[in-house]
C-alpha cells in the first residue's frame, strides 16, 4: 500500500476489505470478492517461501485437513473437494504436508525451484510398516 | 438570600429534606440550592446539609455559610457538633428534642441568648410515619416558624415531591408535617 | 420510538448527576456500559432506571471495571451505537487506555466526568485532577459549572462529537458534589426538542454495516502511526472549535442559553482577572461583581472548552487585563500548573503586558470561599498597581499551615 499522507485516508485506524459494497460475501469465492488494497488478500507472500508444498492429486482422500490447519488460508479447496495451492499467499510452512494422513502423502513439500513435473513422476511409493 | 443549615444523621433524610425544600420554592419562581456534605459517611454519622434560597441566580458555590436557620434533626447532635458555628446574631434555631426550648438551652448553654425553637420531630415521625425519619416533620416547623408559605401549599407540593411513595406513607407525611408546624414552640 | 416520553415541568430542582441522567435519556442512547463510581453513580443508575421503566430503548451492560466499561463503549460505538457512560476519579484512570483507543478510533463516545480527587490518600470528593489527567487523551472537554449546565452540555457534546466531520469522544466535566449533588433549578428542554437538536444517530464505518466491512483498531507502525495521530490532532486544532461554536448557537436558538468558548464575565475593561473552571467561575463572578462595588475593576474568565484548548480565545479575552491569576483546581505535583502553563504559553507572544501568577487550590473538596477570592483579586490589584507580580509565582489557597509558595 502506497504511504499516503495524513489528508488522505479514512479516519479511525478502519480499514476496509472491499473497494464498494458487497452482498452475500460468505458464499462468494476469493478469487471473486473485489478485496481492496488494504485486504492481505491483494499482497503476495509468495516470495517468502524456501520450499513449496506439490500437491498429488492421485492420492489425496479429501479429509480436508490441510483446508483446516493452513493458517494463512492457501488450500483451494471446491464443494468439499481439494484443487490446489493458492501460491500468491502459502508461505511454505509445510502444515499441510505434516497433517496430511495419506500414504504417501498427498502434499510434500519441495525446493522452491523443483518442477512440478518431474516431482509428481518422481513421487515416493506407499511406505511399508517397516522402519 | 435566605441560607439553612441542616443538622442531621446520615440516613435521617436531611438531604431528602433539603432537596425538597429546594423543590417546592423553586415552584414559587425563586432561585434555589440544595447540597450535603459528604465524606465516605455511614449511616448514623454526624452530617451536613444546605439551602439557598434568592430571587436571583445562585453564583455561591463555596460551602461555606453564615445561615439564616439551624434546622437540627436528631436531638444528639446539639451536644456532640457545635450547631452554633458561623451564626449570626438573627440565626434562628429549630430543634429536635423532647425538652422544652427551656430546658434545652439550660442543657447546651451555647444556644443561651439565641432564637431558638423546638418541636420533637423524631416522636412525631414515630407516631404518624412509624420511622424516626425527622425531614418532614421539621419542614413543617419551618413553616410555622418562617411563615414562607401557607401550610395547605406546602403540604400540596409536598405531595407531588413523596409521589412515588405509597399513599399510605405520604398521608403519614402530612399527618407529620402539620403535627410539628402545630407544636413547634 | 417505541418507548414512553416523560413529562418535565418548565424547571426541576435536579442535582448535576440527575441532570445529566435525564440529558442520556432525552438523547436515547442505545448503550451505556458502566462500573459506577462515586460521585458519578447516579448519572448510570438514574439511565438504568430510564431504561428499566421503559423510558429508554437501550441497553445497559454492567461490566467487571471501569476498563471493561469503556471497552464496551468503544465496542458498542464502532459497531454503531449512540454510547455514553459516567465515571469518577480512580475509575478514570482505570480506563485511560482505553480512552486513547476510543478517540484514536474516532468513536463519538460521550463521558459524563464527575470530577473528583484521586488517590492516594482517598477522596471522593471534587477536585480536576482526574479531568487534567486525560487532557491530552485526543477527546474534546466540556466543563459544567452548575448542574443546568450539565445537563445542557450533555446535548451539545453529543451533537458535536457525533458530527461526521468530528467523529471524536466527548467529556462533560462537572465538579463532584458541588456540581454532582447539589440540587439547584434546571430549565428542561421537552424530549422532542431535545432529541430533535441532538439528531437521529447516523452511524459511520459501522461493524453492523455488513454490506460495507470494515476492520476496526488496526496496527499501525512507525510508518503510519503519525499520520494518524496527526490527523486527529488537526481535527481538533481546525474542525473542532467552528463545529462547537455552530453547537452553541444552535442550542442557544433552541433554549435562549448561551454558551461560549471562553466565557468571559464582566472582561470589558477588567484590571485584574480570575481564570478557573468549574463551581468557582460562578464562585469568582459573584465576587468580582462584589470587588467591582469597592472600586477594583474585576473580571473573571471562565474555560467552557478545555480540549481543544481555546489558545487564541484565551489570549484574545486576556489582552487588556493587567493581572491575572490562573487557579488550578489540580495539585501540578512539580509543575507550574496547566492553567498558568497554558494562559502563559496563549499570551507570550503577544504585545500584553500582563502578570501572571498561579494558585493551586480546592484540592479534595477544600472549599473555595468568597473570602479567598476577595484576598486574591485584592492581590491581583496589588500586582497591577506595582506593575509587577508581587508574591511569588506559584501560591497555595486554603491549605493549613505555614503560607506554602513556590517559584
Redesign the interface.
Known sequence: MA?????E??????????NG???D?ALTHQEDRDYSE?NSFTASVADWRIEKPVFNKDYCIDCQFCWIYCPDISIISRDKKMVGVDMDHCKGCGICVEVCPTNPKSLLMYSEQTDEEEALAAWPSKETGEK | MLEIRWHSRAGQGAVTGAKGLADVVSTTGKEVQAFAFYGSAKRGAAMTAYNRVDDKPIMNHEKFMSPDYVFVIDPALVYTTDVTINDKESTVYIITTHMSTDELVASQPKLAGKKVFTVDCIKIAQETIGRAIPNTPMLGAFMKISKMYDIEFFKENMKRILGKLPQKIIDANMLAIQRAYDEVK | MAFDKMELRDIEVWDGNFAAAQALRQCQIDVVAAYPITPSTPIVEGYAKFLADGYVEGEFVMVESEHAAMSGCIGAAAAGGRVATATSSQGLALMSETLYQASGMRLPIVLNLVNRALAAPLNVNGDHSDMYMVRDSGWIQFDAYNPQEAYDLNFIAFKVAEDHDVRLPAIVNQDGFMTSHTAQGVKTLTDDAAYNFVGEFKPMNDMLDLDHPVTHGVQTEEDWHFEHKARQHRDLMVTVMPKIQAAFDEFEKLSGRKYNIVEEYDMDDADVAVVCMGTSVETAREVATEMRAQGIKAGVVGIRVLRPFPFMEIAEALKDVKAIAALDRSSPNGAAGMLFNEIAGALFNTDTKALLSGYVYGLGGRDLTKAHLRDLYKELQANADAGKVTTQLQQFIGVRGPKLAFL
Open positions: 504511504n499516503k499522507g495524513w489528508d485516508f479514512e479516519i479511525g485506524a478502519m480499514l476496509r476489505s472491499f459494497p458487497v452482498s460475501v488494504n
